[in-house]
């Protein structure tokens, strides 16, 4: 079954603990994002990813991190978790987009994982 | 003014009838469309997509994007209790390459029995 898997579901932590959220995806896509999901600020990109090894900063980048070693996973990296990172996170991934001059738009299409509520205390 | 903006509802509608969800955006963005729906507490998963001016049609569903306006829409027919939740428009962002994606704040829908 073509998915985007997300772990852990739930995480609640404590203030400065690193901690990581895994995604992968099992439908080859080269492109794979990173969400937040506030009440009232809707959903901001954190970090994207274009293809292995490359990454750049979407919204709201500040407190997290990435990396892209292999084609099918893009964890995101929480050094030192601060409450105003709760909240709820979304991996989402893609064949590619408008800029990789892929023809095809539904390549276009981004498909969600289920989501990690994250809680720091 | 927001590359992508909705009205966040609610919107009531009553069972049976066409619901009706708008978003408007700006020149910053592609002409490549996306509708998704999103129960509460749930992933956003993606109904429609449209790239050209005009409708398109899948099942109770029709997109609808007016270029010359700056709007797209997303008709619902025979609306259903089921179909209560919010509804999220994205669209790529020009000034990134088209590289990122960008979502509008979303639209509640209520149907009521």
Same mark, same amino acid.
């Given at each position: 079954e073509?998915?985007?898997?997300q772990?852990? $579901?739930y995480l609640i932590?404590v203030t400065?603990?690193?901690?990581?959220v895994?995604?992968?995806?099992?439908?080859?896509?080269? #492109?794979?994002?990173w969400y $937040?999901?506030?009440?009232? *600020?809707g959903? $901001?990109?954190? #970090?994207?990813?274009?293809?292995?090894?490359v990454?750049?900063?979407?919204?709201?980048?500040?407190?997290?991190?990435v !990396?892209?070693?292999?084609? $099918?996973?893009f964890?995101?990296? *929480?050094? !030192?978790?601060?409450p105003n990172q709760?909240?709820?996170y979304?991996?989402?991934s893609s064949?590619?987009t408008?800029a990789?001059g892929t023809?095809g +738009?539904a390549s #276009?299409?981004q498909?969600?994982?289920?989501?990690? +509520? *994250?809680?720091v205390? | 003014?927001?590359?992508?903006?909705?009205?966040?509802?609610?919107?009531?509608?009553?069972?049976g009838?066409?619901?009706?969800?708008?978003? %408007? =955006?700006?020149d @910053?963005?592609?002409?490549?469309?996306?509708? =998704? @729906?999103?129960?509460?507490?749930k992933?956003?998963?993606?109904?429609?997509?449209?790239?050209?001016?005009?409708?398109?049609e899948?099942? @109770?569903? %029709?997109?609808?994007?007016?270029?010359?306006?700056q709007?797209?829409?997303?008709?619902?027919?025979d609306?259903?209790?089921?179909?209560?939740a919010?509804y999220l428009c994205?669209?790529?962002?020009g000034?990134?390459?088209?590289?990122?994606?960008v979502?509008g704040t979303? %639209? @509640?829908?209520?149907v009521?029995?």
């Amino acid at each position: 079954e073509a998915q985007v898997t997300q772990n852990p $579901r739930y995480l609640i932590t404590v203030t400065g603990k690193k901690l990581t959220v895994t995604c992968s995806q099992n439908m080859n896509h080269e #492109y794979m994002s990173w969400y $937040r999901q506030d009440p009232g *600020l809707g959903l $901001r990109q954190i #970090y994207y990813s274009m293809n292995v090894e490359v990454t750049d900063k979407g919204d709201v980048p500040e407190g997290y991190k990435v !990396s892209r070693k292999e084609k $099918r996973n893009f964890p995101l990296i *929480l050094e !030192s978790p601060s409450p105003n990172q709760t909240s709820l996170y979304f991996c989402a991934s893609s064949l590619s987009t408008p800029a990789s001059g892929t023809s095809g +738009r539904a390549s #276009y299409e981004q498909y969600f994982g289920p989501g990690t +509520r *994250l809680t720091v205390t | 003014q927001k590359e992508v903006e909705q009205n966040s509802g609610p919107l009531s509608v009553p069972e049976g009838a066409i619901a009706s969800l708008n978003c %408007t =955006y700006s020149d @910053r963005v592609s002409q490549s469309f996306f509708w =998704y @729906r999103q129960y509460s507490g749930k992933s956003p998963e993606l109904i429609m997509s449209i790239y050209s001016n005009g409708d398109k049609e899948d099942g @109770r569903f %029709t997109a609808q994007l007016n270029k010359a306006s700056q709007y797209v829409s997303l008709l619902i027919r025979d609306s259903q209790p089921s179909d209560s939740a919010t509804y999220l428009c994205a669209a790529f962002l020009g000034n990134t390459g088209f590289q990122k994606l960008v979502f509008g704040t979303g %639209t @509640r829908l209520l149907v009521s029995p």
